[in-house]
């Protein structure tokens, strides 16, 4: 699987909306980006995945650079309990294999 | 759909007792789980890996014969962790496989070992 690059941590105001990063440069044809987060003390939860086109759900959306080396998850309008840390993690599809997570970003949204 | 649950979310034990921790795929069947773990302010670290009616594939430096994986069913496996000492205290948390390809998380549990 591709190695992905997040920032560390990033902040948003309530309302607003959250735009968090991720980069992937060594991604192959076949891989998928795919959105997790883990608020603090639960498990991970599946936000959202793509190949190359944008992609939208009730959560979030996903927007995929042409050249597919980077990525965009953005939450529309930010609340308190999008406080998290948000994984992007890059991989082929269909897949039964584990996930590798990294660092990804500690997203803080404030009043 | 999609839900994931783990009973229980959360235990305290004595040193030398054995623990047992159930992971259950609400509304799917999932031939693949996974065993994650995960100490303070650290990212997930895989386990291992369940298939059900095989035995686990355990990660590089995980003892298999401490963290007993039994998946004997297409919607349950579980982690027992045998003989639990202090430095096993940590956050187990399992995932199911749905429709051979997203992943999907329990909610967790907290383990604390005296």
């Known amino acids: 699987d591709a190695k992905t690059t997040q920032p560390t941590s990033m902040d948003c105001a309530e309302g607003r909306a959250a735009n968090l990063p991720c980069n992937h440069s060594?991604?192959?044809?076949?891989?998928?980006v795919y959105w997790y987060r883990q608020i603090h003390s639960q498990g991970p939860q599946y936000i959202i995945h793509?190949?190359?086109n944008n992609e939208t759900n009730e959560m979030a959306s996903l927007i995929i650079t042409e050249d597919r080396k980077s990525s965009t998850l953005i939450l529309p309008h930010a609340t308190l309990r999008d406080t998290a840390v948000y994984y992007c993690i890059v991989r082929v599809s269909p897949n039964t294999d584990k996930l590798i997570f990294g660092t990804g970003t500690r997203l803080q949204v404030f009043p | 759909g999609a839900v994931v649950s783990q009973h229980p979310s959360w235990v305290i034990c004595k040193s030398g007792t054995s623990v047992k921790i159930e992971c259950r795929s609400l509304?799917?069947?999932?031939?693949?789980m996974f065993w994650y773990r995960q100490f303070p302010k650290q990212s997930l670290m895989l386990m291992a890996t369940s298939n059900e009616g095989s035995k686990a594939t355990y990660e590089q430096g995980v003892e298999k014969d401490k963290f007993l994986i039994n998946h004997a069913s297409l919607t349950l496996s579980t982690l027992t962790v045998t003989s639990a000492h202090p430095e096993d205290s940590s956050f187990y948390i399992c995932?199911?496989?749905?429709?051979?390809?997203?992943?999907?998380f329990g909610p967790g549990t907290r383990l604390t070992v005296l």
């Open positions: 509304d799917f069947q999932a031939t693949t």
């Open positions: 060594t991604i192959s044809g076949n891989e998928y």
């Open positions: 793509g190949l190359k």
């Open positions: 995932s199911a496989v749905h429709s051979g390809d997203t992943q999907y």
